[in-house]
Every structure is written in C-alpha cells, then in structure tokens.
C-alpha cells in the first residue's frame, strides 16, 4: 500500500525522513523498528500476565492500572512500527541485506501483532462474562452483553441508566468502556494486519531476488577464498623453488671458485 511522499525517493531517502528519535541516537530506520519491536514484545508478556488475572480473585484495581497503560503504550507502538515498514517497504534502490532484514522485521511484527491480538480477544471474552455475571448475580438475567460492548434486551439497547435492578453500575460502566475499547483495538489490529500483508505479497519475489543475490555473493566470497588458498599455496612452492636454485647456483659458484683456486695454486 503506498503512502504519499514515499516510495519516490531511494533508501537514502528514507533514512533521512526517519523519526527524530533515530536522529537523535544515531539509529538506522531498521534499528529504530527492532527497537520498538522489542518493546512491544515484553510489552506483550506483561499484558499477558495481568490478562491471566482478569475474572479472578487477583483481579485487583493494581492490576487494572498496570494493564491500561501498558496496553496503550502496545497498540501505540504497533501503530508507529506499521507506520515505519510501510516507509521502508516502499523506498527504493535497497541493498539485498536490508531487504532481508525488512523481511525479518515484518516477520517478527506479525508474531507480536499475533499475540497481542490473540491476548485482546481473551481480554474482551473475560471481560463480557464479568458484566454478565455482575448482571446476573443483581437478579438480571435478560440483558446481555453483545460484541461491541453493548447492553442489549430483546434485541434493542438497554441504557445503564434505566436498569431498575441494584446493579453495580459503575462496574459495569467501566467493563462496557473496556469492551468498547477492545473491540475497536480488535479492529485496528486487524487493519494494520491487512496493511502487512499487502507489504509482503509486494516484497515477495524482490525477496526471493535479494536471497539468491546474496546466495550467490556468498558462494562468490567463498570461491574468491578458495582460489585464494590455492594461489598462496602456489606462490610459497614457487619461492621454496626459487630458493632451491639459487642455493644451487651458490654451491655450484662456490665449488667453481674452489676449483679455480686450487689449481691455480698448483701452478
């Protein structure tokens, strides 16, 4: 998918549009997305830990507020690293070597974009039993939860206002905001899913390129080394060669001198 602005210029280009954190700390645009990577994939172990907790006796306001942010930060950072391969996926004139390493960092994108969707659903079926219990332990069992987070009975929305029963309104208040709010992330993900997989449908056949250009460099770097030996080899038999004949011609000059010199004496 293009992006206005880019995709016209080369990868030098790209560089130079980087993010000002990038500029300050001297990364390249890979190291800034690896970085965030990171981040976002120990962001999503935390979130999985407190996920854990949610609907049981653990599920504590201290757990909720490590949770929020944490997520927050998540979908931010997932947003920011889409927003950076879509850049890279469209400059020009990359080298084989980053086209690989674009590769690999679309690929570790999608495992945590996976995860962290994956950890979203949990979050929004736990949090829909948690109002539907609440409702039903205040006596209301003909109002239900549905998939954006909606109260519904009988088909039609139901304001928290209007309930007659004792409820817990402000509980359910804040689960149906929480579920609103999954159910919107749960959409943006999805998105930015799609979005990737349209960058590597486009990248598919420059990467296969860029892999046998840099099989065949390497086989190239690995016969260079060969040839290299051969020729080193060759050379130390061409000088112990050389060595040889010119002990010779010394013996040789030397007995020539010894004969001269005795028979001269004799003389």
């Known amino acids: 998918m293009a992006l206005g602005g880019f995709g016209e210029g080369s990868f030098k280009g790209f560089e130079e549009s980087r993010n000002k954190e990038a500029i300050v700390e001297g990364l390249t645009p890979e190291q800034v997305i690896s970085r965030k990577l990171q981040q976002a994939s120990r962001n999503v172990l935390q979130i999985k830990k407190c996920t854990d907790l949610i609907g049981t006796s653990m599920d504590t306001q201290e757990n909720r507020n490590k949770l929020k942010p944490c997520e927050e930060e998540t979908q931010q950072l997932i947003k920011d690293i889409n927003t ?23 690929e570790g994108f999608h495992e945590v974009l996976n995860d962290f969707n994956d950890l979203k659903k949990v979050m929004k079926i736990k949090t829909r039993d948690i109002i539907r219990n609440s409702l039903q332990k205040s006596g209301v069992f003909d109002i239900d939860v549905d998939e954006t987070g909606m109260l519904k009975k009988d088909g039609q929305e139901v304001q928290l206002q209007t309930m007659q029963a004792k409820v817990d309104l402000d509980l359910i208040r804040d689960r149906e905001a929480e579920l609103k709010q999954l159910e919107q992330d749960i959409q943006d993900i999805a998105c930015i899913f799609r ?3 349209e960058m590597v449908v486009e990248q598919g056949e420059d990467i296969s390129k860029a892999e046998e250009n840099i099989d065949a460099a390497v086989v190239h770097i690995e016969d260079a080394k060969q040839e290299l ?3 080193v080899h ?6 112990r060669k050389m060595f040889i ?19 001269t004496i004799k003389k």
């Open 84 to 106: 950076s391969l879509k850049r890279m996926s469209n400059a020009l004139d990359k080298t084989p070597a980053i086209k690989l390493q674009e590769r690999r960092l679309k």
């Open 195 to 197: 979005d990737l997989n």
């Open 229 to 231: 030996v051969v020729a």
């Open 234 to 239: 060759y050379q130390k038999k061409s000088r």
């Open 245 to 263: 004949v010119a002990a010779v011609v010394v013996v040789l000059i030397i007995i020539v001198i010894v004969v001269v010199v005795i028979t």
